[in-house]
């Protein structure tokens, strides 16, 4: 059975940085295009960023482009998302689910075909 879980979620300062970590049970992250979401209260779900199989092709929205990078650790089997300079808008739950595509090089940001959600991991900012 596969279980995807986002960790490292926490109360930050305004200018502060948090690492996200995803990782899954029962599934290989590094064979998969993995995406990290966010979706705070009252908003749309988000693609921040996201990461082909291969780690070559990759995207960030505009909110975050050059604050978040993401990164794949293939000795933990786990997908990272390092927030810098973190700003107002940026609370929300995480999470980093798959299109399930194995090999895919590309990545997307289509919430609607993504599988193995996780609970999720929240991220907080306040001074």
């Known amino acids: 059975q596969v279980h995807f879980v986002e960790s490292g979620g926490n109360l930050a300062q305004p200018g502060g940085s948090l690492r996200l970590s995803c990782a899954a049970s029962?599934?290989?992250?590094?064979?998969?295009?993995i995406t990290w979401f966010r979706q705070a209260p009252g908003k749309e779900r988000e693609g921040v960023s996201c990461s082909g199989s291969t780690s070559q092709n990759t995207f960030y929205a505009e909110s975050v482009k050059g604050r978040f990078t993401i990164s794949r650790n293939y000795a933990t089997n786990t997908v990272d998302l390092q927030m810098n300079s973190l700003q107002p808008e940026d609370p929300a739950i995480y999470s980093c689910?798959?299109?399930?595509?194995?090999?895919?090089?590309?990545?997307?940001?289509?919430?609607?075909?993504?599988?193995?959600w996780g609970q999720g991991t929240t991220v907080t900012v306040a001074s």
């Open positions: 029962g599934f290989t992250l590094d064979e998969y295009a």
């Open positions: 689910p798959t299109e399930r595509n194995v090999g895919d090089p590309f990545c997307s940001v289509v919430h609607a075909t993504m599988v193995y």
